[in-house]
């Protein structure tokens, strides 16, 4: 299942929050070419642990980002 999303404050701060993850080790996050945005892909072979990750950087990115 892919779950797309975009950031309120726009692209620059979408790249922003990409690059950051890259950092964590999350990557292939960039939204698909022809819409933009994020993509975080969540199929059956990601790990719980995987999307706990995920989830724990976004409450952290937010907070950082307020």
């Known amino acids: 299942m892919n779950v797309p999303f975009t950031l309120a404050k726009g692209p620059d701060f979408e790249k922003q929050f990409i690059t950051e993850a890259a950092k964590e080790g999350m990557v292939q996050l960039k939204g698909h070419r022809s819409v933009g945005g994020v993509r975080a892909s ?20 937010q907070a950082r980002n307020p």
Do not use: S
Request: glycine content about 4%; proline content about 5%.
């Open 42 to 61: 969540i199929y059956n072979a990601m790990p719980l642990a995987g999307v706990e990750k995920l989830v724990a950087f976004m409450k952290d990115f």
